[in-house]
């Protein structure tokens, strides 16, 4: 299956289902571009895989690292 956004996140603060797949990463796009671009920390709170936000724009981060399948990753976010 496709990763899913859980319910309620929202820019600031927001988890994902990696789903059925797994995978090295991901892109997580904002409903609102940031001024200069996105900052965030990012946390995979099911399994011990690390996981970081990398490639930041106004409007989208990549996040990388060892994602397992049924992993929920989250991420506190603001922007610059």
Sequence with gaps: ????????????????NVGAGGGTSCTITFTVAAPNKWICSVNNQTTANLVRATGATTTTIEIAGVLTAADVVNGVCFAR
Aim: glycine share 12%; no cysteine.
């Design 1 to 16: 299956g496709n990763p899913s956004i859980v319910a309620g996140s929202t820019d600031n603060a927001w988890e994902f």
